[in-house]
């Protein structure tokens, strides 16, 4: 991919995740169960919830995008292209709950994707096994977080609570998939790194 080439796709998939409102391959998982009468309180708290998910998914867009475009491996740009095909699924399951509770998208996307996107390009510059080492820490880091998540929805959001459990299994997935390909360990003050930027991206997103 020629540098002109890379700006354009990359310029595309930015435009796409942030802008445009993304269609799933497959139906969500909310579909299937009913909306719930939530109180205004468990609203707002599902949306915030809801919204740091979306975030997620925006950041999972730049991740791969970056990571897809610099490495030279064929098979290993058609497994993150897939995956990437996947979490636009969640990016339009995330985005169908938001609308369904009266809650928007985080403020910061453009941001989001911007770091996102640059650790992508960190990570698959210093080498492929490394570019996957991102990608299992962090899916099992989301993995994670969604656990978090599944205790903290109101009971009641059946459909919401669908979606993130779906989500969760989707990224333990992805995790294995990245081990099973060869993804090195990060160190450990990496691991911490990002674990202390996610909580900042999370918290934050929670509100704006």
């Known amino acids: 991919m020629s540098p002109a080439d890379f700006l354009l796709a990359a310029a595309d998939n930015a435009l796409r995740t942030l802008f445009a409102k993304p269609g799933a391959a497959e139906k ?12 205004p309180a468990e609203k707002r708290l599902a949306g915030a919830l809801m919204r740091v998910n979306h ?21 290993l740009r058609a497994r993150l292209h897939r995956a990437a095909r996947e979490e636009i699924d969640h990016l339009a399951w995330t985005r169908q709950r938001l609308d369904a509770l009266g809650a928007r998208t985080s403020l910061l996307d453009p941001l989001w994707f911007a770091g996102a996107f640059a650790l992508g390009l960190v990570a698959a510059k ?9 990608v299992a820490e962090t899916e099992s880091q989301v993995a994670a977080h969604l656990q978090s998540h599944l205790q903290r929805l109101p009971q009641q959001d059946l459909a919401s609570r669908a979606v ?17 390909s060869g993804a090195l360990a990060l160190p450990a003050p990496v691991r911490a790194a990002m674990k202390a930027a996610a909580r900042l991206m999370t918290s934050t997103a929670h509100y704006v």
Do not use: I, N
């Not at 210093?126 to 991102?134: E, K, M, T």
């Not at 993130?164 to 099973?180: L, S, T």
């Open 28 to 39: 969500s998982p909310a579909d299937a169960v009913a909306e719930a009468a939530l109180d």
């Open 55 to 75: 975030v997620g998914e925006v950041c999972a867009q730049a991740l791969y995008t970056a990571q897809a475009a610099l490495t030279r491996d064929a098979r």
């Open 126 to 134: 210093v080498g492929d096994r490394v570019s996957l080492g991102f």
């Open 164 to 180: 993130v459990a779906r989500m969760k299994e989707d990224e333990e997935r992805h995790a294995a998939q990245a081990r099973a």
